[in-house]
Antibody
Framework: EVQVLESGGGLVQPGGSLRLSCAASGFSFSNSGMSWIRQSPGKGLEWVSGISGSGGLTYYADSVKGRFTISRDNSKDTLYLQMNSLRADDTATYYC??????????????WGQGTTVTVSS | DIQMTQSPSSLSASIGDRVTITCRASQGINNNLAWYQQKPGKLPKLLIYGASTLQLGVPSRFSGSGSGTDFTLTISSLQPEDVATYYCQKYYSAPCTFGQGTRLEIK
């Protein structure tokens, strides 16, 4: 079964850092682009970041550029999102998403269950 | 960046009605447009990609059309299980922006 499972969410103070992880299974991880997508409580979906299968190409939303870093370890079938300088408006459920192609810009065919990040003092 | 604008933001319709949701891109995106359905408390589900290709397992009452900047999601005969929020997403290039969503309710 194709699965992605996030971990690493939690409560963090404004200005703090957090690293999310996403463990993949059931598919060829290195041949799949991956993304992080977030959803604030009661709000819509916001695309955050994407990465190609090799990890050589990365993409970011303007709202997180310079603060968040997406990366992957294909030897461990794991995706990461390093989040620095966190702000209250980063509070959301963060979804790990498997993309339909090997490229970063692509559509999602598998969603993780999400991990919740709360930025508050 | 290319902006995606969905309309309406909310919609109430009767069972059996034909429902149409539109999505407009601020620049041309060819047919690199997907539609997702998110039921309350659930994960988003891919309905349509390539603007008009139905994902496997999605009921045939759902259809998509459009190319360039203007796109449409149509439900030919609304069913109770279609209550959800619908999102378009462009994947022509990054950022792969979502529309703001259309909340569909039963009248």
């Amino acid at each position: 079964e194709v699965q992605v499972l996030e971990s690493g969410g939690g409560l963090v103070q404004p200005g703090g850092s957090l690293r999310l992880s996403c463990a993949a299974s059931g598919f060829s991880f290195s041949n799949s682009g991956m993304s992080w997508i977030r959803q604030s409580p009661g709000k819509g979906l916001e695309w955050v970041s994407g990465i190609s299968g090799s990890g050589g190409l990365t993409y970011y939303a303007d709202s997180v550029k310079g603060r968040f870093t997406i990366s992957r370890d294909n030897s461990k079938d794991t995706l990461y999102l390093q989040m620095n300088s966190l702000r209250a408006d980063d509070t959301a459920t963060y979804y790990c998403a498997k993309l339909m192609t090997i490229f970063g810009p692509s559509l999602v065919d598998v969603w993780g269950q999400g991990t919740t990040v709360t930025v508050s003092s | 960046d290319i902006q995606m604008t969905q309309s309406p933001s909310s919609l109430s319709a009767s069972i059996g009605d034909r429902v149409t949701i539109t999505c407009r891109a601020s620049q041309g995106i060819n047919n690199n447009l997907a539609w997702y359905q998110q039921k309350p408390g659930k994960l988003p589900k891919l309905l349509i990609y390539g603007a008009s290709t139905l994902q496997l397992g999605v009921p045939s009452r759902f259809s998509g059309s459009g190319s360039g900047t203007d796109f449409t999601l149509t439900i030919s005969s609304l069913q109770p299980e279609d209550v959800a929020t619908y999102y378009c997403q462009k994947y022509y290039s990054a950022p792969c922006t979502f529309g703001q969503g259309t909340r569909l309710e039963i009248k």
